[in-house]
Nanobody, 122 residues
Framework: QVQLQESGPGLVKPSQTLSLTCTVS??????????WTWIRQPPGKGLEWMGAIANSGYTYYSPSLESRTSISKDTSKNQFTLQLRSVTPEDTAVYYC??????????????WGQGTQVTVSS
């Protein structure tokens, strides 16, 4: 029943900031043990975990992207966002938002958005 929908521009110029929003239905972004997550898949490559934000607001980032990445949430809108700064063509990918329920003893199968293509090009 949980549904996630990515939104944002599909084309970003190099050196600019990629900004995406994930709108959540069927669950609250304040739910305990839930990690609101961004994952991407560049063309011809595998899935890459980018980062997540917990209900507490604590953020987690991939070490390779941490310096350029910010994840935030807006509880009033039940949304969470991704900002990726200083993008290059290597950041071209399909970007997904996802919901992951995880405790110390259990990790659920994620709920995914449909994904959105973002192309970095001048």
């Amino acid at each position: 029943q949980v549904q996630l929908q990515e939104s944002g521009p599909g084309l970003v110029k190099p050196s600019q900031t990629l900004s995406l929003t994930c709108t959540v239905s069927g669950d609250s972004i304040t739910t305990n043990y839930v990690y609101w997550t961004w994952i991407r898949q560049p063309p011809g490559k595998g899935l890459e975990w980018m980062g997540a934000i917990a209900n507490s607001g604590y953020t987690y980032y991939s070490p390779s992207l941490e310096s350029r990445t910010s994840i935030s949430k807006d509880t009033s809108k039940n949304q969470f966002t991704l900002q990726l700064r200083s993008v290059t063509p290597e950041d071209t990918a399909v970007y997904y938002c996802a919901r992951i329920f995880a405790t110390s003893t259990f990790i659920d199968f994620p709920s995914w958005g449909q994904g959105t293509q973002v192309t970095v090009s001048s």
